[in-house]
């Protein structure tokens, strides 16, 4: 009992100290400062140019927080494949599961960073239209995965437009 009063105590003193006193302060001023502003500029969920606008990732959302917004002028990636929406991430609805992300082909199939992700993108430098051009060798066991995720008709949702 003695040692769990003594432990109580010193929590207790170190949490005043942290605030009245700011010690211990993990966060700089200027970060805390922006924060309390409200000019705090979220990061990038989807990279914009090489993704290829299929939707598999709002397909795969369990949650329905990913929606296929129109973009301004369509754009042909090769013959007969026209890029006409990029996926929109509803930051209130996702869960984080990355369902997006390892469904995306560039991820899936060609083993490059995903175009999108429910943190931070990061750099996508990939170049689409030679990844298109060159042949995919898709292992059995990734077919069956991916014949089985796109059959779950819990998972993918029958949109109707």
Known sequence: MKNLIIIFLEGAYSNIKRIL?????????????????GKIVPTDKVAEVPC????????????DAISMIPIEEPVELMEG???????EID????????NCHDF????????????????DVGVV?????????KPVKISDDKIAFIAQ??????IIKKRKD
């Open 91 to 98: 930051e209130l609805k996702c869960v984080h599961c990355y």
């Open 149 to 154: 995720f796109l059959s779950d008709s819990t």
């Open 125 to 133: 430098e990939s170049d689409i239209s030679k990844l298109l051009e």
């Open 52 to 63: 290829i606008g299929c939707g598999g990732c709002c397909n795969a959302c369990p949650t």
């Open 21 to 37: 006193f700011a010690s211990d302060r993990v966060t700089d001023m200027e970060l805390r400062n922006k924060i309390l502003e």
């Open 104 to 119: 995306c082909p560039l991820y899936a199939l060609f083993g490059e960073a995903g175009t999108i992700h429910p943190n």
């Open 81 to 87: 494949l026209v890029k006409r929406q990029i996926p």
